[in-house]
């Protein structure tokens, strides 16, 4: 099984992450952001990946470092349990439709983190929470989970569709990318050797 646990701990926030990437799409999260929670849910329940965050932070303060940080702890958490990425398809694509909104993500699992972020809100806060913290939060999953990774929001008016098209296609596009390839499973899929 490829799970791996993750405890952040810094002077603004303190974060444990638990995740089976052959799970049943289960998940714990409370990271004290009400979105967020629901975000990382659906992450959660698309991509077939088991995931427990807990999360305390300086909320008095705003919402980035939770936010930057829980994305920090479940990427660091989601490299280690891919180990050496043998046997992976290593990309993934979706496209991710949420009524009149419509959502591109791709991914290569290919241990270069890269953000590409095409996606223009028009509002400042989505329930408390401020909407340029998405961008954050992409950029330091990418980082430290070590994928290449390409959100582009195609159209949409709604703004918790648009957000919430782009963690289901991230779901969707892990979902493929972390597949076992029954025809490789014991090769690094790269003409490198390694990932």
Not at 60 to 85: C, I, M, N, P, Q
Not at 90 to 107: K, N, Y
Not at 110 to 126: A, F, G, T
Not at 164 to 178: D, H, N, P, T, V
Request: glycine share 8%.
């Amino acid at each position: 099984m490829r799970k791996y646990s993750v405890n952040r701990k810094t002077k603004e926030t303190e974060i444990l992450v638990d995740i089976n990437l052959d799970g049943r799409g289960e998940s714990q999260i409370n990271t004290g952001i009400g979105f967020l929670d629901h975000m990382l849910d659906q992450l959660s329940k698309h991509s077939l990946i088991d995931v427990t965050i807990k999360a305390k932070g300086d909320l008095h303060v705003d919402y980035h470092h939770t936010t930057e940080d829980s994305a920090l702890a479940l990427g660091e958490s989601f490299t280690k349990a891919l180990g050496d990425r043998k046997g992976i398809l290593r990309f993934g694509q979706a496209l991710s439709a949420m009524d009149e909104t419509l959502s591109r993500v791709v991914v290569d699992c290919s241990n270069r983190p890269y953000l590409v972020w095409k996606v223009d809100l028009s509002i400042s806060q989505l329930g408390e929470m401020d909407t340029e913290l998405f961008k954050e939060w992409f950029q330091a999953f990418s980082q430290s989970a070590g994928i290449t990774l390409h959100v582009e929001n195609l159209y949409g008016e709604n703004n918790h569709h648009i957000i919430e098209s782009c963690f289901k296609g991230l779901a969707r596009a892990l979902r493929q990318a972390i597949s076992i390839d029954s025809n490789r499973m014991d090769e690094i899929p790269s003409t490198k050797g390694s990932l």
